[in-house]
């Protein structure tokens, strides 16, 4: 899931922003790139090293994603609804590589 969100993301920005409702520049692209960018490599990675500490690490990124997002949305107007959409998505992988790795 993970894999195709941060392929969709990457591959089709200026569309998830128009869906989305956020302004479509190149910056915004730009910053929707680099995220689906972490998110396939973080995909990637998780499948290859399958540790619950992968899992807990790839799980903090995810909640610091989120927090960037809310902070975003409450920032720039212009993206608050594609970025607290994506925060939202954030948290859900947040809670499910976290609950995914044993404590």
Same mark, same amino acid.
């Given at each position: ?11 089709? =920005? ?27 490599? #973080? ?8 540790? =619950? ?25 212009? #993206? ?24």
């Amino acid at each position: 899931m993970r894999f195709v969100y941060g392929s969709v993301l990457v591959a089709a =920005p200026g569309r998830v922003l128009a869906v989305s409702g956020g302004a479509d520049d190149r910056l915004a692209r730009a910053v929707v790139r680099v995220l689906g960018a972490r998110h396939a490599i #973080q995909a990637v990675a998780g499948a290859v090293v399958r540790s =619950p500490e992968f899992d807990r690490l790839g799980g903090l990124a995810d909640a610091l994603h989120s927090m960037t997002d809310v902070c975003c949305a409450a920032l720039d107007r212009r #993206q608050s609804r594609p970025a607290a959409a994506d925060g939202v998505i954030a948290a859900a992988f947040a809670v499910v590589s976290l609950s995914a790795a044993p404590s």
